[in-house]
Nanobody, 117 residues
């Protein structure tokens, strides 16, 4: 079955960097666009970044993370990454990866990122 497993969340200080990973299984990874979302308790989901399928030639980012976050994919490892630099307290959230297969959305369980001094 389709599985998405995020990892890499941690406690970081402002200005530090973290890299999140989302390991995928159960589908043909290279054919699917991948997305990273985040959610703060009590607020809705925010699309953070997306990367198209195969070579990942198209990427898009939320304005709040442009220039600081980078999404990449390694199709050989069935993994999508989110490199996060210059972290801010407002980046604190649970981060999820998502994909859509035949119109069905699949989500990981999330990984917590906390940015605090």
């Amino acid at each position: 079955q389709v599985q998405l497993v995020e990892s890499g969340g941690a406690l970081a200080q402002p200005g530090e960097s973290l890299t999140l990973s989302c390991k995928a299984s159960g589908f043909t990874f290279f054919r699917n666009a991948m997305h990273w979302y985040r959610q703060v308790p009590g607020k809705g989901l925010e699309l953070v970044a997306l990367i198209t399928n195969a070579g990942g030639g198209y990427k898009n980012y939320a304005d709040s993370v442009k220039g600081r976050f980078t999404i990449t994919r390694d199709n050989a490892k069935n993994t999508v990454y989110l490199q996060m630099h210059s972290l801010k307290p407002e980046d604190t959230a649970v981060y999820y990866c998502r994909t859509t297969i035949s119109g069905v959305e699949y989500w990981g369980q999330g990984t917590q990122v906390t940015v605090s001094s």
